[in-house]
């Protein structure tokens, strides 16, 4: 009589079961209980699934076994219980009538069962159980986290961010946050860095990197590190606890079957389940509404995926209806080259408005040499700056333009609601399919965001005029700085000053109005050459 071929099953489901070798016990236990049985299992006929849930049948050492038995290679399987077989009742109910149907007859060690209709029972309940039992550990388990956060028994995070460390009393009874001074400083400077150099988040990662500064788990820094570091509300001195939530990834980056867990993804939790904690602050909100702020527009102007140069690209406005110009390119019919233009063609689904906007296109190398050739005049000459200043100074009406112009886009971010709600309105109604309503709603939100944005712009402007007048003399030294080098400047530096100067350029028919970022008053020139 041929011996049984036999195989055995281990799995345990976290790094922490790995670290204290209980998949270890249950491999003794599994090769102790077949030799207590006369069997005999080789190496290869050894499955162990490391760091996997029981609550999925997608994992390597599991499907392995499962592609052995269809191919009739096993007669047993030794597991050592059921819930290590799966943790779901029904998973293992398919998996059971699977191997019974390919003639492999599945052991269990801790309660083997027999032919009796009342062993095949007890199996099932015993799925049930587990499948009881895990939903009661995992709600057991957060409620116990929340309560001890809450109370201050541990800190919010088993991990703490860069930048500060966790300090174990005595007794060993209680972790406390506080400041890592060294990592603080880097913070500091990364902040500093994106606030008064407006750098990117790339570039404060490639300044890290050349400085020799490393995290404290990856070999370099990258971008998203970065930002997703700045941006965290524990650097204000707020550490959230159950701010997320584990999600089966909608776009994930290994295949189901290479990830040891199925929500290796997570999503956000309503607001109201948030729990904070009370930390030592880095940096103050301000601080950190000013750097996202920051990034947000390092990432409109980010020069990366741009076929063509414009120097005054995403700065130029419509003075007609108040929006962005984009960039477009024409070729030339004889094929001599291309025109390039900046244009305003938004229309009513874009804009909110009734009707498409009707101003003309402009070539875009005859605005980009006429603000240039302002923006030299200016760094040049410096009385010019200075005249500037004491023009703002005396007229007040920026003031007035700027209050008409909040009044302006108070106007535009309502009529921008209204029109998103009309939208719904119509998709609930029928008359819009969820593709279109997607669109649609995100172009309008966008408009919308950038409306309140340049509100918000326009606010910290009008903060600013009382320290106007301490600037007079920082802008002769400024203009001395750059002056040396403005010739020798490439485009990327040209663009760089021109956002540094210049907020934004209002394009009204043919006139021009410059509004600076220094801030000086509006200048006003034209296009043609021939005009004074």
Known sequence: ?????????????????????????????????????????????????????????DRP????????????????????????????????????????????????????IGEKAEDTLLVQMQGV???????KIIERTRRGRMHKVRTGQTPPFSRPPYGYRLVTSPDGRQKTVVLHEEEAAHVRDMYRWVLEEGLSARAVARRLTAQGVRPRRAARWTGASVRHLLVNPAFTGTAVYNRLMAAVPTRPRKAAALRKVAKSSHLLRPREQWQTVPIAPLVDEATQAAVKLQLARNK??????VQYHYLLRLL??????????????????????????????????????AARCKAQYLRAEALDATVWSAVCQWLREPRILVEEVASWQEHREAEELSARERARLESTCGNLKRQVQRLVDAYQQGALRVDELKVRRTQLEAALEAARARAKELQAQHADEERLGEREAQLEAFAAAVREGLDALDFEGRQRLVR????????????????????????FCRLRENDV
């Open 61 to 112: 050492a599991f499907d392995a076994m499962r592609d052995a038995a269809a191919d009739g290679l096993l007669d047993v399987v030794l597991v050592f219980a059921p819930d290590r077989l799966a943790r779901n009742y029904v998973h293992q109910q398919v998996v059971l009538e699977e191997l019974a149907a390919r003639g492999v007859r599945v052991h269990f060690v801790e309660r083997p």
């Open 1 to 57: 009589m041929m011996a049984e071929r036999a195989a055995l099953y281990a799995r345990v489901s976290s790094a922490r079961q790995e670290r204290e070798q209980t998949v270890a016990s249950q491999v003794a236990a599994l090769h102790k209980a077949a030799a207590e049985l006369g069997l005999q299992v080789p190496p290869q006929r050894c499955y162990v699934d490391e760091g996997f849930s029981g609550t999925r049948l």
């Open 316 to 353: 130029v406005v419509c003075g007609q209806c108040g929006l962005r110009m984009a960039c477009f390119r024409r070729a030339q019919t004889n094929g001599r080259g291309d025109y390039h233009y900046y244009g305003c063609s938004r229309g009513p689904e874009d804009s909110g408005r």
């Open 500 to 523: 540094l100067l210049i907020e934004r350029v209002v394009v009204t028919g043919e006139h021009v109005t410059i509004e600076h970022a220094v801030p000086l008053s509006g200048r």
């Open 300 to 305: 409109v102007l980010s020069s990366r995926n």
């Open 129 to 135: 159980i587990a499948e009881y039992e895990r939903a």
